[in-house]
């Protein structure tokens, strides 16, 4: 099945930093997803994003889905981002579910 | 407009007792998806429902576990018995109309079994 490998694992900024994670997907997909889980466990999405480049805010995401790949960029940091980034992928095979990765551990300190 | 509802949110029992867990969707979603996350790891299926069809519950472990969404609204999750590697989050989600749209999680269950 397919292979969604993220990075960094894990990323300790100081606020007011920038970042940028990565995920990588080893087969063509049909929607790409990146969420957010809090410390407290609540999982919200962020962007829906199976192709080209969206902003939200200090957010944006872009995912160059010929060369399978996914990029979230975090700008001006703030100790409300930290949690767990997950990348989810819908393979293209049809009827397939969401297929996450295991997350970057991003912790932002004041 | 009130988000996934779960509950309990969390649950202790002892090994080979039976377990339940209950879901509301966002209202008008008509896909609604079971998730098991273990400590560390993302979120896996575990059976995704279209309207009160189970369309794919390919990794649901049928010995023991079992699901229900009878109205097609919300759904119940159920293990029994439960062993040790049961414990994990149980998450609930819902989409619009199916898994190629904005999925939007509950709070979820946290099991641990004794």
């Known amino acids: 099945g397919i292979q969604v490998e993220q990075s960094p694992p894990d990323l300790i900024l100081q606020e007011g930093a920038n970042s940028t994670l990565r995920c990588n997907f080893s087969?063509?997909?049909?929607?790409l997803q990146w969420f957010h889980q809090n410390p407290w466990g609540q999982l919200i999405n962020l962007f829906y994003i199976p192709s080209g480049t969206k902003q939200n805010g200090r957010l944006s995401a872009t995912t160059v889905a010929t060369e399978r790949y996914s990029l979230l960029y975090i700008s001006s940091s703030q100790t409300t981002d930290s949690g767990v980034y997950f990348c989810a992928v819908e393979p293209s095979e049809a009827g397939t579910a969401l297929i996450f990765g295991k997350g970057t551990t991003l912790s932002v300190s004041s | 407009e009130a988000g996934v509802v779960q509950s309990p949110r969390y649950k202790i029992i002892e090994k080979k007792q039976p377990v339940a867990f209950w879901c509301n969707p966002i209202?008008?979603?008509?896909?609604l998806y079971w998730y098991r996350q273990n400590l560390g790891q993302g979120p896996e299926l575990l059976i995704r429902y279209e309207n009160e069809e189970a369309v794919d519950d390919s990794q649901l472990p049928k010995d023991r576990f079992s699901a229900e969404r009878l109205k097609g609204v919300d759904s119940t999750l159920k293990i029994q018995p439960a062993e040790l590697g049961d414990s994990a989050v149980y998450l609930c989600a819902s989409s619009f109309s199916g898994p190629w749209e904005t999925q939007y999680f509950g709070p979820g269950t946290r099991l641990l079994v004794l």
């Open positions: 209202s008008g979603h008509n896909t």
């Open positions: 087969d063509s997909v049909n929607n």
